[in-house]
């Protein structure tokens, strides 16, 4: 009996962890990335995930790189006198120490520019994050159907190419 009860805790230890979402580097984790699926030619996608730091120093999250993208930055959007406003993080997300940062719709976000190709929902995609102190993690995003944000039109939108 104690084997088959060791041989189905370790079935199911490896069945969770073939569906867990998640990536270690250094004292950062990183949860359920997700990109958002995009129309045919659209110029930007966002990508959003869970960063948890266990470590005893703060980190930054300063940028990263695509395939399918031309340009990865650290992007938030905020509420400034009524109006939404999105801008590039300078010096990159801070990640602080024994702490949490949550990238969602709406607020801070991976900004994935100058598409090559549409994202569509049920793809994966392969990013590389990089970290001020833990350095490149390799991750995939799962591409995701995410509910739209009000009237936000990036077609028009003016990429920087620093």
């Avoid at 949860?31 to 996608?45: G, L």
């Amino acid at each position: 009996m104690k084997p088959l009860l060791i041989g189905l805790a370790v079935s199911l230890s490896i069945a969770t962890s073939a569906f867990a979402h998640e990536y270690k580097v250094g004292d950062l984790e990183i949860i359920h990335p997700y990109a958002r699926a995009t129309q045919p030619n659209a110029p930007v996608s966002g990508g959003y995930m869970t960063i948890k730091n266990t470590g005893t120093e703060a980190d930054h999250l300063i940028g990263g790189a695509a395939d399918f993208a031309g340009m990865v930055q650290i992007h938030e959007m905020k509420m400034e006198n009524d109006v939404m406003k999105m801008r590039e993080i300078e010096g990159g997300l801070e990640i602080p120490a024994g702490g949490e940062v949550v990238l969602k719709p709406g607020g801070y976000h991976v900004m994935f520019m100058k598409l090559k190709e549409q994202l569509q929902a049920g793809e994966t995609r392969k990013t590389t994050l990089q970290f001020e102190k833990a350095g490149p993690v390799d991750i995939e995003f799962n591409v995701e159907d995410v509910k739209p944000m009000g009237n936000m039109d990036h077609s028009k939108m003016k990429m920087n190419s620093n």
